[in-house]
């Protein structure tokens, strides 16, 4: 069976949605529960390096390669294309606007990933301002989550090998 955010009950999926829009409450909520990967996903959305590596670490490294994907990431589009469900893709690419992904969702009567995609839209454009902003120095990517990601594909293509 594939991977997917479907996965998890509706209810754990709306305190995700909540988490995502900055309410502290929700996070801990989530992190304090049986399911502490979706507090980690909810902080990798809004930039945390932190919470990508204990998702790369913790055998959750579907839930980082998805929150780069709503980033826009195309190498991590591309692998949720091929590595989860159609929902996780759709989802993710409605998180860039993608208006087909956004009708798909809501045909598809998946009202909690389009609320979902609304805060992480607003997290983005905030992320995006905040970016722009004449007087922030940039320093450089994620350099911890990178190497996490590579040790894991590293990993994964030598249990492919075996």
């Given amino acids: 069976m594939m991977q997917g955010l479907e ?15 900055g309410r502290t409450d929700f996070f801990k909520v989530l992190v304090s529960g049986p399911h502490p990967e979706l507090a980690a996903f909810s902080n990798a959305i809004r930039g945390d390096d932190d919470a990508m590596v204990w998702l790369f670490k913790h055998d959750f490294a579907w ?6 994907a709503c980033d826009g990431d195309e190498k991590a ?13 759709r989802f993710a690419l409605a998180c860039q606007h993608d208006v087909d992904s956004l ?4 045909k598809n009567k998946l009202g ?11 997290f983005l454009k905030y992320q995006q301002k905040e970016y722009d902003w004449p007087y922030v120095i940039h320093f450089g990517g994620h350099h911890r989550a990178i190497m996490e990601l ?7 293509k030598g249990s492919e090998k075996e």
Avoid: C, H
């Fill in 7 to 21: 996965q998890y009950d509706v209810k754990l999926l709306l305190a995700l949605v909540k988490s995502v829009g």
């Fill in 63 to 68: 839930l980082a390669i998805l929150s780069n």
């Fill in 77 to 89: 589009i591309d692998w949720v294309r091929n590595g989860l469900t159609p929902v996780n893709l």
């Fill in 103 to 106: 009708k798909w969702l809501y």
């Fill in 112 to 122: 909690v990933f389009l609320l979902l995609v609304r805060e992480v839209e607003k």
């Fill in 150 to 156: 590579e040790e894991w594909q590293s990993g994964v």
